[in-house]
């Protein structure tokens, strides 16, 4: 088991930037890849980025591709997403979300077995 925790969520405007952390614990933090995933009010969570163990295997959602970067560092156990030019739409809950059988990223929520809370972003108009 992996215990996850997010940090950096807040009330933007739009276009502003935020960076998102993910501080992990339980494992080794290199034995595993990381995602990121958003639920937004009224709607289904749904997949944001991943990254493999070594920063390899990195895949965004078509919404965010070009405005948002997964990275991590292993010897702070520690997974970010940077979000810039962000928008009323980013508006949700994030969560980072730990794959514990295979050291690749993916983009499905059953594909991962341990999840942190979540942090609000809120993007204002």
């Known amino acids: 088991q992996v215990q996850l925790v997010e940090s950096g969520g807040g009330l933007v405007q739009a276009g502003d930037s935020l960076r998102l952390s993910c501080a992990a614990s339980g494992r080794t933090f290199s034995d595993y890849a990381m995602g990121w995933f958003r639920q937004a009010p009224g709607k289904e969570r749904e997949f944001v980025a991943t990254i493999g163990w070594n920063g390899g295997t990195i895949y965004y959602a078509d919404s965010v591709k070009g405005r948002f970067t997964i990275s991590r560092d292993n010897a702070k156990n520690t997974v970010y997403l940077q979000m810039n030019s962000l928008k009323p739409e980013d508006t949700a809950i994030y969560y980072c979300?730990?794959?514990?059988?295979?050291?690749?990223?993916?983009?499905?929520?059953?594909?991962?077995?341990?999840w942190g809370q979540g942090t609000q972003v809120t993007v204002s108009s």
């Open positions: 979300a730990a794959r514990l059988r295979t050291m690749r990223g993916a983009s499905l929520e059953y594909q991962y077995d341990n």
